[in-house]
């Protein structure tokens, strides 16, 4: 084989690759996608704080794509996830070529890269352990679909008013300390497809809330944050706020599917979201490099 490394040219090519590559649970990577459409949307306009020539590296074995790699790096977190390796047949030396090409554009401000790998990738599990990345934990990947979901929620919620912001920084702050989104960033990100969700105290303090993101192109939604404040858990707020947040969702025509994250470790939440309906869908094994 006559194998070259380089930056991405054909990008829709490169989605249907990666599309391939994590239909299989041996070869999937998590939080990159499913369907090459979506992975192309990513790839163009929501991936790291660099060029993509700069955050990705592809092998080619003459025409074909055998092997990708890129890092999504968040400048302002000092960090980057891996989306990766991906490499047909599982050649070790074509998935350290990948890795060493993406590292050298590689900014000082990054401190850590995390690797979030399906727990059937032996592979990248075993590529990531070689690079000297520490393992810290496991997440399950939990789904819903339209077809399964009782809908019958009775709109406990409401969307946030900018009364409560203080309410709700405190309540996200204390729940996520170390997180991907902090309070401020979620609050931004509040448009016509995303929600942010709450149940109030009083007209200046909420006693929950859930942080949900549509994206009916691609027929998905995502749950990404759901919070209960200590005093007031045990009351059910929790359920009220799920059921709300899926309903809202498949408010959508085009959303067959809606998506949780949660630590394995979490047995409480992942007991609330399957007495909803929620099924497990696949579990993550996350490890961390310190650059």
Known sequence: ??????????????????????????????????????????????????????????????????????????????????????????????????????????????????????KDNEFAKKFAIQNNAEYCGADAVLHITRNTFTQDAIDASEKMGEACHDSFARLHDMAFPKTYFNSGTILSRVNSHNDLLI????????????????????NEGNIEYIAVSEGVRGQGIGKRLLKDAVKKLFSYPSIGEVTICVSCENTAAINLYKSVGFKEKYVLDSYEVTM
């Open 199 to 218: 149940i109030k105290e009083d007209e200046a303090n909420i006693k929950g809330y859930v942080y949900i993101e549509a994206n009916p192109e691609h």
């Open 1 to 118: 084989m006559d194998i070259k490394f380089v930056s991405p040219k054909e990008v829709k090519e490169l989605s249907v690759y990666l599309e391939k590559m994590n239909a299989d649970n041996s070869s999937h990577i998590g939080f990159c996608g499913e369907q090459s459409g979506e992975i192309y949307d990513s790839l163009m306009n929501d991936f790291s704080d660099l060029k993509i020539e700069d955050s990705f590296a592809v092998a080619w074995d003459k025409s074909q794509i055998i092997g990708a790699m890129g890092l999504d790096i968040d400048l302002g977190n000092g960090a980057a996830d891996v989306w990766g390796p991906f490499v047909t047949g599982g050649e070790t030396d074509t998935a350290q070529a990948l890795w060493e090409k993406v590292l050298l554009n590689l900014p000082e401000e990054i401190k850590s890269c995390s690797f979030f790998i399906n």
